[in-house]
């Protein structure tokens, strides 16, 4: 069974900054992509950032200049750097990681549970 556990949610001002941290753990063998997604109250889930096993990178327009994803050290984990917060970042953030091969079988997505951006003006 593979999870994706993330950390790092809160409450911030407008301006301010916040680290999230995402590690997946399980029999795995290989992840293709690992990435984050948020979704706001009343919208649709949205992709922020994705970084491939090749370490390509795409960002969603809006956070770009603003927000970098990287891989950490530890196998299996990915990290979101955010700057500049504005409170239309304020959402629920998630990570997934997309074609996770384990041991004795492939996950084509696998999500995390979430944690709560909120940044006030």
């Known amino acids: 069974q593979v999870q994706l556990v993330e950390s790092g949610g809160g409450l911030v001002q407008a301006g301010g900054s916040l680290r999230l941290s995402c590690a997946a753990s399980?029999?795995?063998?290989?992840?293709?992509?690992m990435g984050w997604y948020r979704q706001a109250p009343g919208n649709q889930r949205e992709l922020v950032a994705v970084?491939?096993?090749?370490?390509?990178?795409t960002y969603e327009d809006s956070v770009k200049g603003r927000f970098t994803i990287a891989r950490g050290n530890a196998k299996n984990t990915v990290y979101l750097q955010m700057n500049s917060l504005k409170p239309e970042d304020t959402a629920v953030y998630y990570c997934?990681?997309?074609?996770?091969?384990?041991?004795?079988?492939?996950?084509?997505?696998?999500w995390g549970q979430g944690t709560l951006v909120t940044v006030s003006s």
């Open positions: 970084i491939t096993r090749g370490d390509n990178v």
């Open positions: 399980g029999s795995i063998v290989s992840i293709r992509s």
């Open positions: 997934n990681a997309q074609g996770v091969v384990t041991t004795n079988e492939l996950h084509r997505t696998v």
